[in-house]
C-alpha cells in the first residue's frame, strides 16, 4: 500500500472497494460487487412483489411493474459498467430477468426462456442496456462540443477492458461492426 494519504489534514482510508454514485467499483473493475449488489437488491424487490407478479393482474402490467421496479435496479448505471461484467456476470443478470418473466407468465419449467421473453415482448438485459447505451452516447455527440469533448477524446484501456461505446458498435456474438 502507498504512503498515507491525507486531505485537508485527515487521513483517507485505502480501500479495495468503493461505492461511487451507487455503483459498486472494485480496485480490479471486475464489476462482481456491482453484478452481486444489483441481483441482491433486485431479488429482494421481486420477492417483495411475487404476490402481485404471480397474481391474475393483466399480463402487461405485471410487464409494467416488472420493468418499473425490478428491471430497473438489474440495469441502474447500466451503461457505464456493463461492458465490464463478464461472459458469466451477464448470464446471472440474464437469469434473474428470466426467473421473473418466469412467473409473470406463469409458465412450466418446460417452457424455454427465449419463448416467454418472445411472447411478452420483453428484450433481453444485453439488448435493453445497448438501447440505454446508444441512448446515451447519441445525446452526447449531439451536446455543445464542451460536454461532448471527454467522451471523444479516451484512449483504449491497456489491459484490454471494454468501453461502454463497445456495447454500441459490436453485435451480441462480439464482432466489430
Known amino acids: 500500500m502507498p504512503d498515507q494519504l491525507r486531505l485537508r489534514g485527515q487521513a483517507v482510508e485505502w480501500n479495495t472497494r468503493v461505492r461511487y454514485l451507487g455503483v459498486h467499483i472494485d480496485n480490479s473493475l471486475r464489476m462482481t460487487p456491482q453484478t452481486d449488489h ?24 405485471k410487464i409494467a411493474i416488472y420493468k418499473c421496479y425490478i428491471r ?44 416467454i421473453a418472445r411472447d411478452l415482448g420483453v428484450e433481453t438485459i444485453e439488448e435493453f442496456v445497448r438501447r440505454l447505451t446508444r441512448r446515451a452516447l447519441t445525446a452526447q455527440t449531439q451536446a455543445p462540443p464542451i460536454t461532448a469533448q471527454p467522451g471523444t477524446t479516451l484512449d483504449r ?11 454500441v458498435t459490436e453485435t451480441p456474438d462480439n464482432e466489430i461492426v
Open 38 to 61: 444489483v441481483i441482491q437488491t433486485s431479488r429482494a424487490a421481486r420477492a417483495k412483489l411475487r404476490p402481485i407478479l404471480a397474481s391474475r393482474l393483466l399480463i402487461s402490467t
Open 72 to 115: 430497473s435496479r438489474l440495469t441502474y448505471a447500466a451503461p457505464a459498467w456493463y461492458a465490464l461484467c463478464s461472459g458469466l456476470q451477464r448470464q446471472r443478470l440474464q437469469a434473474h430477468q428470466n426467473i421473473a418473466l418466469r412467473l409473470i407468465a406463469g409458465a412450466g419449467w418446460y417452457v424455454r426462456n427465449d419463448v
Open 157 to 167: 484501456p491497456t489491459k484490454g477492458y471494454q468501453l461502454p461505446r463497445d456495447l
